[in-house]
């Protein structure tokens, strides 16, 4: 079909030099979201959701945060029948053309997925995992990794590391570890999706001068409701180009302290006059129930939901 066809390809160039406040916008469906609203468009969910229904549950795998607020956040799902192989030319082209090296195809579809819907991912080979639990902790003083770069690194207690039984195995939030990399012998892996926190993302990166694509997204403060979309459209790409591939347990989804909604009291006279434009009521309500804000009316004016997309950073 077209949409697999390397050589067919949509532009659309938008000149947007504000979005550091914007998390949403550092990925396509941030962008397809406004173009929606704007032109008053179908927004469509790239993520197959019925998928999770064929998970088996024959293997384990465990998850423990030891700080929720270093690591909000962290899902993990364990597939088996992996066959590690260069990606097909579509998936290929659409890799060179957000600026990345295609890899091979589970790299290729982890960075796929982070460009597609803005959450960063990773792939651990199963069988370099020490044990059925992943730790995600702050680094001991002095605790070295030598990331996937083949950089050795000492790290620090602001550091928030990825570790099995036996010691870290990735620097959070920056970049995997050199011991638990896939490889053209890999038969099993663990995806990871999570949310970390901003700060120590931004600190980690520069101080071992890490500029990644997702210390980049990191830093800006991601929504944590991406996590287990992430894992079942990296999963559902997996299947795509490795019908054989099957995950072995459900997603282990470590959420200790969940993020609050945001409800906004308000009225249309208030937003008309920060606006200074006369928008009829109709219309704000249009705008903003095309952006995914619920509108509730209160017997002061009207109550408004904020996506979690837009409430990490964004609106208050």
């Known amino acids: 079909s077209e949409l697999f066809n390397p050589w067919f390809d949509i532009r659309i160039e938008i000149d ?30 790239p993520v197959d959701y019925a998928l999770e229904k064929t998970f088996e549950n024959s293997q384990t795998l465990n998850v423990t945060i030891d ?24 998936l290929k082209a659409r890799v060179t053309a957000i600026g990345m090296r295609p890899i091979s195809n589970i790299v290729d579809i982890t960075n796929y997925v982070m460009a597609e819907i803005g959450e960063p991912m990773h792939a651990f080979d199963r069988k ?9 902790r702050l680094a001991r003083d002095s605790e070295p990794l030598t990331t996937l770069d083949g950089q050795k690194h000492v ?16 620097l959070a939030g920056v970049m995997g570890g050199g011991e638990s990399e896939i490889d053209d012998t890999t038969n099993e892996i663990v995806l990871e999706a999570a949310n970390f926190n901003p700060i120590n993302i931004r600190r980690t990166a520069g101080r071992y001068n890490l500029r990644t694509e997702a210390a980049i997204r990191f830093e800006k403060s991601l929504d944590p409701e991406l996590c287990p979309r992430a ?27 969940k993020a609050q909604k945001i409800s906004i009291a308000t009225n249309y006279p208030f937003i008309r006059r920060k606006l200074g434009k006369d928008l009829p009521d109709g219309d704000i309500r249009k705008i903003l129930e095309s952006l995914r804000f619920t509108i509730t009316e209160t017997a002061s004016g009207i109550s408004i939901d904020v996506p979690s997309y837009r409430a990490t950073k964004d609106i208050s």
């Open 16 to 45: 947007n030099k504000s979005i550091t406040h914007r998390p949403d916008l550092w990925c396509h469906e941030g962008f397809a979201r406004e173009i929606s609203a704007l032109f008053g468009r179908k927004l469509s969910d």
């Open 67 to 90: 700080n929720g607020e270093a690591a909000p956040r962290y899902c993990g799902l364990y597939v088996k029948n992996i066959t590690i192989a260069p990606s097909p030319d579509w």
């Open 128 to 136: 370099k995992l020490r044990g059925d639990t992943i730790f995600v």
């Open 155 to 170: 790290l620090t207690s602001e550091d928030i590391v990825i570790a099995d039984a036996g010691g870290s195995i990735a």
């Open 231 to 257: 894992i079942l459209r990296c999963y559902q790409l997996i299947k795509a180009l490795i019908p054989d591939a099957q995950a072995v347990t459900p997603i282990i989804d470590a959420y200790p302290k």
